[in-house]
Protein backbone atom coordinates (compact mmCIF):
# COMPACT_ATOMS: atom_id res chain seq x y z
CA UNK A 1 0.00 0.00 0.00
CA UNK A 2 1.48 3.55 -1.00
CA UNK A 3 1.58 6.22 0.64
CA UNK A 4 -1.23 8.97 -0.22
CA UNK A 5 0.28 11.89 -2.64
CA UNK A 6 0.52 15.23 -0.53
CA UNK A 7 2.40 18.58 -1.77
CA UNK A 8 5.49 18.89 0.55
CA UNK A 9 4.84 22.20 1.28
CA UNK A 10 1.95 24.95 0.98
CA UNK A 11 2.09 28.73 1.93
CA UNK A 12 -0.23 31.75 2.36
CA UNK A 13 -0.73 34.81 4.26
CA UNK A 14 -2.46 35.11 7.12
CA UNK A 15 -5.98 35.48 6.57
CA UNK A 16 -5.67 33.77 3.10
CA UNK A 17 -6.93 30.77 2.52
CA UNK A 18 -5.04 27.23 1.35
CA UNK A 19 -6.05 24.07 0.12
CA UNK A 20 -3.94 21.07 0.75
CA UNK A 21 -4.47 17.82 -1.87
CA UNK A 22 -4.13 14.53 -0.91
CA UNK A 23 -4.46 11.81 -3.43
CA UNK A 24 -4.83 8.29 -3.66
CA UNK A 25 -6.22 5.55 -5.77
CA UNK A 26 -10.15 3.70 -5.46
CA UNK A 27 -8.45 1.41 -3.00
CA UNK A 28 -8.16 3.60 -0.40
CA UNK A 29 -9.47 7.36 -0.62
CA UNK A 30 -11.78 7.13 -3.76
CA UNK A 31 -12.91 4.36 -2.37
CA UNK A 32 -14.19 4.88 1.55
CA UNK A 33 -15.38 7.48 3.09
CA UNK A 34 -12.46 7.16 5.99
CA UNK A 35 -10.48 10.02 5.23
CA UNK A 36 -8.63 12.15 8.57
CA UNK A 37 -6.67 15.11 8.55
CA UNK A 38 -3.82 15.59 11.60
CA UNK A 39 -1.78 18.40 12.22
CA UNK A 40 1.44 18.32 13.80
CA UNK A 41 3.29 21.01 15.44
CA UNK A 42 6.84 20.52 16.37
CA UNK A 43 8.18 18.10 18.88
CA UNK A 44 4.12 17.51 19.21
CA UNK A 45 1.80 14.77 18.80
CA UNK A 46 -0.60 14.33 15.34
CA UNK A 47 -3.86 16.24 16.43
CA UNK A 48 -7.07 15.30 14.08
CA UNK A 49 -8.52 18.05 12.21
CA UNK A 50 -11.31 16.48 9.59
CA UNK A 51 -12.53 12.95 10.42
CA UNK A 52 -15.28 10.94 7.95
CA UNK A 53 -13.79 13.31 5.03
CA UNK A 54 -15.45 16.61 5.98
CA UNK A 55 -16.38 16.54 9.89
CA UNK A 56 -14.63 18.76 12.59
CA UNK A 57 -14.08 17.04 15.91
CA UNK A 58 -15.59 19.50 19.17
CA UNK A 59 -13.17 21.86 19.48
CA UNK A 60 -11.32 21.82 15.81
CA UNK A 61 -12.25 25.48 14.66
CA UNK A 62 -14.33 25.81 11.63
CA UNK A 63 -12.04 27.51 9.67
CA UNK A 64 -10.44 24.06 8.63
CA UNK A 65 -12.93 21.85 6.30
CA UNK A 66 -12.92 18.94 4.15
CA UNK A 67 -14.01 17.28 1.18
CA UNK A 68 -13.47 15.00 -1.43
CA UNK A 69 -13.56 14.01 -5.33
CA UNK A 70 -13.09 11.10 -6.85
CA UNK A 71 -9.71 9.78 -5.55
CA UNK A 72 -8.03 13.04 -4.17
CA UNK A 73 -9.36 14.69 -0.41
CA UNK A 74 -8.71 18.27 0.45
CA UNK A 75 -8.19 20.24 3.43
CA UNK A 76 -9.03 23.83 3.31
CA UNK A 77 -8.03 26.58 6.19
CA UNK A 78 -9.84 29.42 5.58
CA UNK A 79 -8.54 32.52 7.45
CA UNK A 80 -4.93 32.03 7.76
CA UNK A 81 -3.22 32.32 11.16
CA UNK A 82 0.38 31.78 12.17
CA UNK A 83 -0.66 29.31 14.98
CA UNK A 84 -1.52 27.22 11.80
CA UNK A 85 2.11 26.95 10.75
CA UNK A 86 2.53 23.01 11.06
CA UNK A 87 2.85 20.07 9.16
CA UNK A 88 -0.24 18.40 8.09
CA UNK A 89 -0.88 14.48 7.34
CA UNK A 90 -3.88 13.03 5.72
CA UNK A 91 -5.18 9.50 6.07
CA UNK A 92 -7.84 6.92 4.68
CA UNK A 93 -8.89 3.10 5.33
CA UNK A 94 -7.97 1.15 2.18
CA UNK A 95 -8.94 -2.32 0.98
CA UNK A 96 -7.20 -5.58 2.56
CA UNK A 97 -7.62 -3.72 5.93
CA UNK A 98 -5.38 -1.33 6.55
CA UNK A 99 -5.15 2.49 6.88
CA UNK A 100 -2.50 4.27 4.78
CA UNK A 101 -1.39 8.25 5.63
CA UNK A 102 -0.46 10.50 3.36
CA UNK A 103 3.30 12.33 2.68
CA UNK A 104 2.92 14.66 4.86
CA UNK A 105 2.47 18.65 3.90
CA UNK A 106 4.50 21.45 5.59
CA UNK A 107 2.29 24.63 5.75
CA UNK A 108 3.88 27.90 5.98
CA UNK A 109 2.48 31.59 7.20
CA UNK A 110 4.72 34.16 5.17
CA UNK B 1 -11.64 10.97 28.52
CA UNK B 2 -9.43 8.93 26.91
CA UNK B 3 -5.97 8.91 28.01
CA UNK B 4 -2.83 6.66 26.13
CA UNK B 5 0.65 6.39 27.27
CA UNK B 6 3.63 4.19 25.29
CA UNK B 7 6.33 2.41 27.93
CA UNK B 8 8.94 0.27 26.56
CA UNK B 9 12.77 0.16 25.78
CA UNK B 10 14.37 3.31 24.26
CA UNK B 11 17.23 1.66 22.49
CA UNK B 12 17.09 -1.72 21.06
CA UNK B 13 19.76 -3.71 19.20
CA UNK B 14 20.30 -4.86 15.52
CA UNK B 15 18.09 -8.17 14.73
CA UNK B 16 16.17 -7.67 17.86
CA UNK B 17 12.49 -7.78 18.66
CA UNK B 18 11.16 -4.15 19.55
CA UNK B 19 8.59 -4.44 22.23
CA UNK B 20 6.46 -1.68 23.75
CA UNK B 21 3.07 -1.60 25.83
CA UNK B 22 0.12 1.17 25.63
CA UNK B 23 -1.86 1.69 29.05
CA UNK B 24 -5.15 2.76 28.05
CA UNK B 25 -6.45 4.96 30.99
CA UNK B 26 -10.02 7.19 31.52
CA UNK B 27 -12.26 4.26 29.51
CA UNK B 28 -11.85 0.62 28.83
CA UNK B 29 -9.98 -1.40 25.91
CA UNK B 30 -13.00 -3.43 25.77
CA UNK B 31 -15.26 -0.70 24.61
CA UNK B 32 -17.04 -2.01 21.17
CA UNK B 33 -16.34 1.77 20.13
CA UNK B 34 -12.84 1.25 19.57
CA UNK B 35 -9.72 -0.25 17.49
CA UNK B 36 -6.59 0.29 18.76
CA UNK B 37 -3.70 0.76 16.73
CA UNK B 38 0.50 1.53 16.75
CA UNK B 39 1.66 4.27 13.89
CA UNK B 40 5.37 5.26 13.93
CA UNK B 41 7.35 8.49 12.48
CA UNK B 42 10.97 8.40 11.53
CA UNK B 43 12.99 10.98 12.50
CA UNK B 44 12.29 13.97 10.32
CA UNK B 45 9.46 11.88 8.22
CA UNK B 46 5.87 11.20 8.23
CA UNK B 47 3.68 8.90 9.45
CA UNK B 48 3.23 4.98 9.19
CA UNK B 49 0.39 3.24 10.08
CA UNK B 50 1.76 -0.63 11.64
CA UNK B 51 -1.69 -1.82 12.83
CA UNK B 52 -4.19 -2.25 15.21
CA UNK B 53 -6.35 -4.61 17.63
CA UNK B 54 -9.93 -5.23 18.78
CA UNK B 55 -10.44 -6.26 21.81
CA UNK B 56 -11.69 -9.53 21.17
CA UNK B 57 -7.62 -10.29 19.56
CA UNK B 58 -8.92 -9.68 16.29
CA UNK B 59 -5.70 -8.02 14.73
CA UNK B 60 -4.69 -6.51 11.25
CA UNK B 61 -1.36 -5.10 9.89
CA UNK B 62 0.00 -2.66 7.42
CA UNK B 63 1.07 -5.41 4.85
CA UNK B 64 4.85 -4.09 4.42
CA UNK B 65 5.64 -5.24 8.20
CA UNK B 66 3.09 -7.77 8.43
CA UNK B 67 5.72 -10.61 8.41
CA UNK B 68 7.43 -9.24 11.01
CA UNK B 69 4.76 -7.49 13.37
CA UNK B 70 2.33 -8.88 16.47
CA UNK B 71 -0.19 -6.96 18.22
CA UNK B 72 -1.72 -8.11 21.27
CA UNK B 73 -4.22 -7.04 23.79
CA UNK B 74 -4.37 -8.06 27.45
CA UNK B 75 -7.89 -6.37 28.91
CA UNK B 76 -7.34 -7.16 32.77
CA UNK B 77 -4.58 -4.94 32.07
CA UNK B 78 -6.46 -2.44 29.81
CA UNK B 79 -2.84 -2.77 27.60
CA UNK B 80 -1.97 -3.26 24.26
CA UNK B 81 1.49 -4.40 23.26
CA UNK B 82 3.74 -4.46 19.43
CA UNK B 83 6.18 -6.61 18.97
CA UNK B 84 8.67 -6.13 16.12
CA UNK B 85 10.91 -8.85 15.47
CA UNK B 86 14.29 -8.42 13.30
CA UNK B 87 14.51 -5.23 13.95
CA UNK B 88 17.39 -2.52 11.44
CA UNK B 89 17.94 1.15 11.71
CA UNK B 90 15.38 1.96 9.39
CA UNK B 91 12.90 0.68 12.13
CA UNK B 92 14.02 4.03 14.48
CA UNK B 93 11.33 6.01 15.43
CA UNK B 94 8.81 8.08 17.55
CA UNK B 95 6.48 5.35 18.02
CA UNK B 96 2.71 6.32 19.04
CA UNK B 97 -0.44 4.22 20.13
CA UNK B 98 -4.08 5.50 19.16
CA UNK B 99 -7.02 5.02 19.69
CA UNK B 100 -8.79 3.99 16.18
CA UNK B 101 -12.61 4.94 15.69
CA UNK B 102 -14.33 3.91 13.11
CA UNK B 103 -11.71 5.97 10.38
CA UNK B 104 -9.61 8.20 12.58
CA UNK B 105 -6.99 7.74 15.44
CA UNK B 106 -8.07 10.01 18.16
CA UNK B 107 -6.76 10.38 20.89
CA UNK B 108 -2.83 9.66 20.67
CA UNK B 109 -0.10 8.62 23.07
CA UNK B 110 2.62 11.21 23.48
CA UNK B 111 5.13 8.61 21.43
CA UNK B 112 8.17 7.12 22.88
CA UNK B 113 11.52 7.45 20.74
CA UNK B 114 12.85 3.74 19.97
CA UNK B 115 16.14 3.93 18.78
CA UNK B 116 17.73 0.44 17.07
CA UNK B 117 21.99 0.39 17.41
CA UNK B 118 24.23 -1.59 18.59
Known amino acids: QSALTQPASVSGSPGQSITISCTGTSSDVGGYNYVSWYQQHPGKVPKVMIY???NRPSGVSNRFSGSKSGNTASLTISGLQAEDEADYYC??????????FGTGTKVTVL | QLQLQESGPGLVKPSETLSLTCTVSGGSISSSSYYWGWIRQPPGKGLEYIGRIYYSGSSYYNPSLKSRVTISVDTSKNQFSLKLTSVTAADTAVYYC??????????WGQGTLVTVSS
Open chain 2, 98 to 107: ASLRRGWFDP
Open chain 1, 91 to 100: SSYASSTTYV
Open chain 1, 52 to 54: DVS
